[in-house]
């Protein structure tokens, strides 16, 4: 082998090495960077060692995939669906003369009616001074079981203005 053929070789396998280091460094850091959902220290030092290992073309090249995922089916589904609103329960809108309900008398009530955005984990949520993903499962169930005859069978189905029960335990804060 004369030199320039040894110098194609070297350059040719320093090329793959790195482009491997590379991939290998990608990988290991959006591995980290998935690990930092973890609890307490681990999870935080996941986003550090993750932000170290993952190069910046490529955290870049995620977040701009996964923004352009995430807005595909919102625009597939807004340009394909047409809305199905039920007239019959859609809330009348009315000027009411009536003060609204202060905090004390609000977290005294036993029902609670349905605002544009709620929803039972949120109603649950609010309802727990714990901010526990199990408590608050346990108790959004709690609400679907205090209002399936409200509800119906799905209970991401809440309609504003509907009229739900506060299950029994801690009254809502809201």
Known sequence: MNTSAQLDHWLSLIFVVTAVI??????VGVLLLSAQALPGRAGALCHQAGG??????????????????????????AATSTPNVDLDRVPSISASTTPAPTAAAQTSATHITVKPGDCLWGLAADQLDSRDPDAIDRQWRRWYQANRSTIGADPNELTPGMRLVIPAGKTAQR
Request: glycine share 4%; net charge positive.
């Open 22 to 27: 590379y991939a290998l460094r990608s990988i």
């Open 52 to 77: 170290w290992m993952t190069p910046r073309l490529v955290r870049r090249l995620i977040a701009a995939t996964v923004g352009l995922c995430s807005l595909s089916p919102a625009v597939a589904f």
